[in-house]
């Protein structure tokens, strides 16, 4: 197995065949032979630095009504909220005073904000923040409204296509979601400019090990700036809610390997993944993650921000966090980095 694992290092990619092979024939050690490979490659793009992204969750309303998902429109236990523009920028103001200089827009698709409304927002943070970068995060639009919010000072876009396997995408996504479509955007938005980010859920409901190859052969093929994944966890408001979780040991070896697949990728230890075990994220980093996203939310909406349930940190402020953070990733013998984090493309 480690000689597959070595062939994945030198070619940065193995065939489907040989992918299945890995992932079913993963045992404790080749994990952590995946994972030392891992930590050297981020060592030697990032040294031991972590960046941090500072998430506005500025909307939890949305016309979509994926499967997994707890703000889904038909979840009538949603308490649904909307930040204002004022609300937005006084969230990057707290996140800049803490270090941050990435600010992440994540929201339902909300028509309730127009491309002029979003253009504004992303203006005004770009003027008064004109050291860090922009990112967006809220699902599908046309080309014309990402290139408009390029235009307007967004630097980088996170969708995940959720799953490379069409039929598998059905299974989780209403009519008149399709896989097709997603991949479209991500193609409209790396042709504007954008960095972008794209991913999957680890044992999300009728997912197979050729699902994953799948996702880790569509990456390969997109090429991502950013990757993020981490396990499907229930939300109890779902039609999924009797579902279980994704596993943080498939999780975190994926996490290796794209590291050995996309070796300067930024590739966030996710929310998720410290949600199914409080020492997620820092294994998380420990197998090949480079990136922190906490939350910058005001204190009373993120408990209204729940895609899954038992999701960390709604209670905390973004300070409290920060510090919380810093002790983790400094116990692992990391540090957090006052920086825009960008890619770097190898030379
Ligand atoms: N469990 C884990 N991740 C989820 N997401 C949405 N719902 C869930 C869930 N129940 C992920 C999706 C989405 C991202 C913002 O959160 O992959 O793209
Ligand atoms: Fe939020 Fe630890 S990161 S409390």
């Known amino acids: 197995m480690k000689t597959l694992v070595d062939k994945l290092i030198e070619n ?89 200089r990435t600010f992440v827009l994540q929201g339902g698709e909300d028509g309730f904000f127009s491309d002029d409304d979003m253009c504004d927002i992303i203006s005004q943070i770009r003027q008064a923040y004109p050291d860090c970068a922009i990112t967006l995060s809220f699902g599908e639009r046309s080309y014309d409204s990402y290139k408009r919010f390029f235009e307007s000072g967004a630097n980088r876009y996170l969708l995940r296509h959720e799953t490379a ?67 499907f966890i229930p939300h109890g408001d779902t039609i999924f809610a009797d579902e279980k979780p994704g596993s943080l040991e498939l999780t975190l070896f994926l996490t290796g390997i794209i590291r050995l697949m996309l070796p300067n990728v930024l590739l ?18 420990l197998a090949g993650a480079n990136v922190l996203m906490p939350n910058l939310s005001p204190a009373g909406v993120r408990s209204k921000y729940l895609l899954y349930d038992g999701k960390i940190c709604t209670g905390e402020e973004a300070a409290e966090c920060r510090v919380c953070l810093q002790k983790r990733v400094e116990s692992i013998g990391y540090k957090i980095v006052v920086d825009r984090g960008d890619y770097v493309p190898e030379v």
């Open 12 to 100: 940065r990619t193995l065939t489907r065949d040989e992918f299945i092979t890995l992932i079913n024939s993963r045992n404790e050690e080749i994990s952590e032979y995946i994972f030392e490979n891992a930590r050297r490659t981020s060592e030697k793009h990032f040294g031991k630095n972590v960046y941090i992204r500072g998430l506005i969750e500025f909307t939890n309303y949305c016309r979509n009504d994926c499967y997994y998902c707890g703000i889904r429109k038909s979840n009538a236990n949603c308490e649904r909220y909307r930040l204002s523009k004022e609300e937005i920028l006084q969230c990057c103001k707290n996140g800049y005073d803490l270090g941050f």
């Open 165 to 231: 396997d069409a039929e598998h995408y059905k299974k989780l996504h209403p009519k008149g979601l399709d896989l097709e479509n997603r991949k479209k955007c991500l193609y409209h938005l790396k042709e504007i400019g954008y960095q972008v980010g794209t991913g999957f859920m680890v044992g999300s409901p009728y997912q197979t090990v050729e699902n994953l190859v799948d996702d880790l052969l569509f990456i390969k093929e997109f090429s991502p700036h950013m990757v993020g994944i981490g396990p």
């Open 268 to 285: 966030p230890a996710t929310t998720a993944v410290g949600t199914v075990d409080p020492l997620g994220r820092e294994k998380s980093i």
